[in-house]
């Protein structure tokens, strides 16, 4: 990738990640941070791509350990989301906010 | 599979987490939001397998993964939601870790071909995962009152942190131009130092903000693996969650009423409290639970405050209860949901909708001040630092300028706590001994059983 192309996707990326959150009630404010706290655990892909090309031993078992982690990060994060997130389950009678 | 094809998903992974930050933002949409996050996530694991080089270690690989599966998600699963922030804080903490240990790696492999980008950004997330990990684990240690919940300050601390600060970046630039694994280690162990000491001074009820920043610093060292990694998913993914993640601490802030600099470096600038100085001395009304039952019986309108101790005691249910039988009296019952009752903001809502209470109930903490002047009971149950109102009046003190749920102007006020005992901010709660105020000491879930029975009776 030439340097104007990663300058480039990083910029416009601040600028959506600005924008997309920009007016949050508070109410929502553990569910989106523990959602975006899931979404960087997409490291695990790095994690297993560093995994993948370990040359010995020391590089395997800390790719092995990252991918543990970032596993944990991932997956763990999205569940968590999801059950704080069942209060906006559609109720009888609940009007939603 | 073609790098252009590979790539072409990644975006498509990338566009995904954006529609999942969007969903996230509203109510209608934020668990569709969640979900198409995780999809993106999905994605984007199961196509590294077919991108991968070297197809060495596969069994490792996905016996890691398995490892991760079988920890992460029983630990969502099975948390209870009163535990639920620092879960998220361990996670965020545990992210900050892996990206750090994939820059190692990412390091030990660079060679002699590597371009100095390359080299800096390896080093930018070593460092900043390190921090993000120690960080967040001191977060945790606040969170689950493993340690003390007040600013911890030493003398010169502010000194100790500023060197500390110099250290990494001084042996950040050793590590760049050396190209050692001795000097990284002891980079990786400096900038952990940093992060510990980073968050000890901050204050417990200021913990969200900080593990909200701590988790845009991750989204952060996520982007920096992109670029060395020459993955444009990473790139999008943690530039969305670094970029997301600042904008969010402020507005968690603005919420607190805090600015980011007076929680972050806010201990170090405070007079030192003088908590609750001679404070056990002072007579406070406590009352029985009929005595509580009565006051609620005659109201006309009760307004209850939930906090931290509702989530320990796990009353929400037996507060329903409790409502549900005041409004079959023709009372008329709301919840003052304070921003950031409990650990972090909407952790009350959560609860009480994990019991069932009417979402219509739950007033916001702007539309249920102006009513506390018509209310006849305001019952606080497990709360203490948001009805404070040392955060109007004392200048100086820890939760100063954040916005607090007006109960003092309700005709009644009955406290459920447990003890004296200091709120999560550790100040001085002036209301206690206030006349009007009835105390009911005991564990909430407890005592509001009793004031439920004493109300059949009535």
């Known amino acids: ?97 | 599979m073609s790098n252009f094809v590979y790539d072409l998903i990644g975006l498509g992974a990338g566009v995904l987490f954006i529609l999942a930050l969007k969903g996230l933002s509203h109510p209608k949409t934020a668990r569709r939001g969640n979900l198409l996050g995780a999809a993106g996530a999905t994605v984007a694991i199961v196509m590294v397998f077919f991108h991968l080089e070297a197809h060495k270690n596969l069994g490792w690989i996905l016996g890691a993964l398995a490892v991760g599966l079988a920890i992460g998600v029983p630990a969502a699963r099975k948390v209870q939601m009163t535990n639920m922030p620092q879960l998220v804080a361990l996670f965020n903490g545990v992210g900050g870790g892996a990206a750090a240990l994939v820059a190692i790696v990412e390091y030990l492999n660079l060679g002699n071909g590597a371009t100095t980008a390359q080299v800096i950004f390896t080093v930018f997330t070593v460092v900043v995962g390190c921090v993000s990990f120690s960080g967040s684990i001191i977060t945790f240690l606040k969170l689950q009152e493993l340690m003390t919940t007040r600013p911890v300050v030493f003398p010169g601390g502010r000194f100790v942190i500023a060197a500390n600060l110099i250290a990494v970046l001084g042996v950040s630039v050793w590590v760049v131009q050396a190209l050692g694994t001795n000097p990284l280690l002891i980079l990786a162990a400096l900038s952990l130092l940093f992060g510990i000491l980073f968050v000890l001074p901050v204050g417990g009820a200021d913990v969200p903000i900080v593990i909200s920043l701590l988790n845009a610093f991750t989204g952060l060292t996520v982007a920096a693996s992109g670029y060395v990694l020459d993955s444009t998913l990473l790139i999008i993914a943690g530039t969305l969650v670094g970029a997301s993640g600042t904008i969010l601490t402020r507005l968690m802030a603005e919420a607190m009423g805090r600015s980011l600099f007076g929680t972050l470096f806010g201990a170090f600038t405070a007079k030192p409290q003088s908590v609750a100085a001679a404070g056990e001395e002072r007579p406070v009304k406590s009352g029985s639970p009929e005595d509580v039952a009565i006051l609620l019986n005659y109201a006309r309108r009760v307004v209850i405050v939930p906090g931290f101790g509702l989530a320990v005691a796990q009353a929400q249910h037996t507060v329903r209860e409790m409502a549900d039988l005041l409004i079959s009296k023709g009372i008329e019952v709301a919840y003052g949901i304070h921003p950031v009752a409990g650990r972090m903001p909407g952790h009350m809502n959560v609860l009480l909708a994990e019991a069932n209470v009417p979402y219509e109930q739950l007033s916001e903490m702007e539309d249920v001040n102006p009513t506390f002047g018509q209310t006849d009971v305001a019952i606080v149950i497990g709360a203490n630092d948001v009805v404070n109102p040392a955060a109007e009046n004392t200048p100086g003190c820890p939760i100063y300028g954040m916005p607090i749920l007006k109960v003092s102007d309700a005709a009644n006020i009955i406290f459920l706590k447990r003890s004296m005992r200091p709120g999560f901010a550790g100040i001085e709660n002036e209301l206690l001994y206030d006349p009007k105020t009835t105390l009911l000491f005991g564990d909430a879930k407890a005592s509001l059983t009793k004031v439920v029975s004493a109300l059949k009776g009535l």
Do not use: Y
Request: glycine share 10%; net charge positive; charged share 15%.
């Open chain 1, 1 to 97: 990738m030439t340097a104007i192309a990663v300058i480039s996707i990083f910029v416009l990326a601040v600028f959506v990640g600005f924008e997309v959150v920009s007016k949050v009630s508070s109410t929502l404010h553990t569910p989106l941070m523990s959602g975006a706290n899931a979404i960087h655990g997409v490291i695990l892909v790095g994690a297993i791509i560093v995994a993948d090309k370990a040359a010995n031993n020391l590089e395997l078992g800390l790719a092995i350990a990252a991918i543990i982690l970032a596993t944990i990060n991932v997956v763990g994060g999205f569940v968590v989301t999801d059950r704080m997130l069942e209060m906006f389950k559609p109720k009888k009678g609940g009007e939603q906010k």
